[in-house]
C-alpha cells in the first residue's frame, strides 16, 4: 500500500514534535523512487544538478527549463515525499514579478509540492510575494553557492559574530516572510544550533552541526557518485562509483571475449523459421 504524501503541515510540525527532518537531493527517476523507498521526508531537486549531473564548475549556468526537466522526472518516481524544486540563479533576482511567474512555472510545469531559492534579509520581500501567491518557499542562507563567488569561495560562513549575527537576522527576516523551513549551509556547529533556537520554523543543516532540526545532502556525495571534490560536511555513505565502475569494465571485456551476450540473454528461432530464411536469402 502506498504510504499518504508529506505535506508542509508535516514538516512544519517536525520541529515541535523533536521529529529530525531528513532530506536528500534527486535529479532523476530512478533517485526519486530510491528517495520514496528509502522513505526520507523531502526531496529537492537541486540546482547542484549544475555539478553533480552536468559536469559545470558551479550552479550559477543552471536554467530553468533544466530544472523543470529534472523536476518532471523525479516527479514520475517519488510519490511521497515533498518535492522541492530549486530556483535557478537570476530566476528570481530580477524583479517580484519575475520571481512570482518562475516559482510558478517550476510547480505547474515541473509538478513539484515547494520551491527554495537562496538568500536572507535581502530576498524577504520577494519570498513573502511568492508566500502570498500560494507557493511554499523554502528559504537557504548561510553559504548560498549561487553567490558563493561573492562569499569568497566555497567556504564556511558566519566567522565572526557581526557575521553570525546577520545568519539569524536572514532567518528570522525569512520566517517573517512566511518560509516553511529554511536551509542552513556551511557554518559553525553552534551557530547552527543558535539559528534553528532563533526560529520557529525547522531549519534543515547541511554542515551546521547536529542541534538543527534535520539534515540534508547532496545524494551524489552520499553515495559516493561524484568526486571531484568533497565538502568537510558529506558524509560518504557507500562508494557506488567503482561499483559501477568495475561493471562496466567487465561487461567491456566479455564483450571483447565473445562472453556476453551468450545463450541466456539471445532469442531463439525455430529451425524451421531459420531452414526457411535461409532458403529466402
Ligand atoms: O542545490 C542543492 O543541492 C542545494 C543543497 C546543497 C541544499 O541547495
Same mark, same amino acid.
Given at each position: 500500500?502506498?504510504?499518504?504524501?508529506?505535506?508542509?503541515?508535516?514538516?512544519?510540525?517536525?520541529?515541535?514534535?523533536?521529529?529530525?527532518?531528513?532530506?536528500?537531493?534527486?535529479?532523476?527517476?530512478?533517485?526519486?523512487?530510491?528517495?520514496?523507498?528509502?522513505?526520507?521526508?523531502?526531496?529537492?531537486?537541486?540546482?547542484?544538478?549544475?555539478?553533480?549531473?552536468?559536469?559545470?564548475?558551479?550552479?550559477?549556468?543552471?536554467?530553468?527549463?533544466?530544472?523543470?526537466?529534472?523536476?518532471?522526472?523525479?516527479?514520475?518516481?517519488?510519490?511521497?515525499?515533498?518535492?522541492?524544486?530549486?530556483?535557478?540563479?537570476?530566476?528570481?533576482?530580477?524583479?517580484?514579478?519575475?520571481?512570482?511567474?518562475?516559482?510558478?512555472?517550476?510547480?505547474?510545469?515541473? /509538478?513539484?509540492?515547494?520551491?527554495?531559492?537562496?538568500?536572507?534579509?535581502?530576498?524577504?520581500?520577494?519570498?513573502?510575494?511568492?508566500?502570498?501567491? /500560494?507557493?511554499?518557499?523554502?528559504?537557504?542562507?548561510?553559504?548560498?553557492?549561487?553567490?558563493?563567488?561573492?562569499? /569568497?569561495?566555497?567556504?564556511?560562513?558566519?566567522?565572526?559574530?557581526?557575521?553570525?549575527?546577520?545568519?539569524?537576522?536572514?532567518?528570522?527576516?525569512?520566517?517573517?516572510?512566511?518560509?516553511?523551513?529554511?536551509?542552513?549551509?556551511?557554518?559553525?556547529?553552534?551557530?547552527?544550533?543558535?539559528?534553528?533556537?532563533?526560529?520557529?520554523?525547522?531549519?534543515?543543516?547541511?554542515?551546521?552541526?547536529?542541534?538543527?532540526?534535520?539534515?540534508?545532502?547532496?545524494?551524489?556525495?552520499?553515495?559516493?557518485?561524484?568526486?571531484?571534490?568533497?565538502?568537510?560536511?558529506?558524509?560518504?555513505?557507500?562508494?557506488?562509483?567503482?561499483?559501477?565502475?568495475?561493471?562496466?569494465?567487465?561487461?567491456?571485456?566479455?564483450?571483447?571475449?565473445?562472453?556476453?551476450?551468450?545463450?541466456?540473454?539471445?532469442?531463439?528461432?525455430?529451425?524451421?523459421?531459420?531452414?526457411?530464411?535461409?532458403?529466402?536469402?
Amino acid at each position: 500500500m502506498s504510504k499518504p504524501k508529506i505535506t508542509i503541515p508535516f514538516i512544519q510540525q517536525a520541529k515541535a514534535e523533536g521529529r529530525k527532518l531528513v532530506m536528500i537531493t534527486a535529479y532523476d527517476y530512478p533517485f526519486g523512487l530510491m528517495a520514496d523507498e528509502a522513505e526520507v521526508d523531502i526531496v529537492l531537486v537541486g540546482d547542484s544538478l549544475g555539478m553533480v549531473v552536468m559536469g559545470l564548475d558551479g550552479t550559477v549556468p543552471v536554467t530553468m527549463e533544466q530544472m523543470i526537466h529534472h523536476i518532471k522526472a523525479v516527479m514520475r518516481g517519488c510519490k511521497t515525499a515533498l518535492v522541492i524544486g530549486d530556483m535557478p540563479f537570476m530566476s528570481y533576482n530580477t524583479c517580484i514579478r519575475d520571481a512570482i511567474s518562475n516559482a510558478g512555472r517550476l510547480m505547474k510545469e515541473g /509538478g513539484c509540492d515547494a520551491v527554495k531559492l537562496e538568500g536572507g534579509v535581502d530576498f524577504s520581500e520577494t519570498v513573502h510575494s511568492i508566500v502570498k501567491a /500560494g507557493i511554499p518557499v523554502q528559504g537557504h542562507i548561510g553559504l548560498t553557492p549561487q553567490t558563493a563567488s561573492a562569499l /569568497g569561495g566555497f567556504k564556511m560562513q558566519g566567522k565572526d559574530a557581526a557575521a553570525a549575527k546577520q545568519i539569524i537576522d536572514d532567518a528570522r527576516a525569512l520566517e517573517n516572510a512566511g518560509v516553511f523551513s529554511i536551509v542552513l549551509e556551511a557554518v559553525p556547529a553552534p551557530l547552527g544550533e543558535l539559528t534553528a533556537r532563533a526560529v520557529n520554523v525547522p531549519v534543515i543543516g547541511i554542515g551546521a552541526g547536529p542541534d538543527v532540526d534535520g539534515q540534508v545532502l547532496v545524494t551524489h556525495d552520499l553515495v559516493g557518485l561524484f568526486d571531484k571534490f568533497l565538502p568537510k560536511f558529506v558524509k560518504q555513505y557507500t562508494q557506488i562509483r567503482p561499483i559501477i565502475i568495475d561493471a562496466i569494465s567487465q561487461y567491456k571485456k566479455e564483450v571483447q571475449e565473445k562472453v556476453f551476450p551468450g545463450q541466456e540473454h539471445s532469442f531463439k528461432m525455430s529451425e524451421e523459421t531459420l531452414a526457411e530464411l535461409q532458403k529466402l536469402i
